[in-house]
C-alpha cells in the first residue's frame, strides 16, 4: 500500500513557475515507476510525465517537453514537477501517481495508487 500526497500547487501568472511535491508513505517508494497527470475541468485526465524508479529515464507529453521536469529523490520519498512558462491551458488538478510496471507509463488506469490532487491555476 501507498499513499501519496502532493502539494506545491497555487495561483500563478502566466509566464512564471511552479514546483510540485508529491511524497509518497511507505518503505519502498524506489520500487514504484511514478507520473504526473493531470486534469482540466470538463475534460478527460491526460499523461503529463514519468520517471523510471532511479530515476534515470523520464517520459513526457510531446505537448510538455522543455517547458516541465520530473525528478525524484528516493532518500526523500519524493516525486517533483518543475513547470516553467506557465500558461493558462495549463491550469488542471495535478495529480501524482505509482506503479510498479513501465507498461503503460502514459496511461492513467495503468497506475495503482493516486494522490488527491493539488490544484494549479494559471492566470493571463
Known amino acids: 500500500q501507498v499513499q501519496l500526497v502532493e502539494s506545491g500547487g497555487g495561483l500563478v501568472q502566466a509566464g512564471g513557475s511552479l514546483r510540485l511535491s508529491c511524497i509518497a508513505s511507505g518503505r519502498t517508494f524506489s520500487s514504484y515507476y511514478m507520473g504526473w497527470f493531470r486534469q482540466a475541468p470538463g475534460k478527460e485526465r491526460e499523461f503529463v510525465a514519468a520517471i523510471s524508479r532511479s530515476g534515470a529515464n523520464t517520459y513526457y507529453a510531446d505537448s510538455l517537453k522543455g517547458r516541465f521536469t520530473i525528478s525524484r529523490d528516493n532518500a526523500k520519498n519524493t516525486v517533483y514537477l518543475q513547470m516553467n512558462t506557465l500558461r493558462p491551458e495549463d491550469t488542471a488538478v495535478y495529480y501524482c501517481?505509482?506503479?510498479?510496471?513501465?507498461?503503460?507509463?502514459?496511461?492513467?488506469?495503468?497506475?495503482?495508487?493516486w494522490g488527491q490532487g493539488t490544484q494549479v491555476t494559471v492566470s493571463s
Open positions: 501517481a505509482a506503479k510498479l510496471s513501465l507498461t503503460r507509463y502514459d496511461t492513467w488506469s495503468a497506475y495503482n495508487y
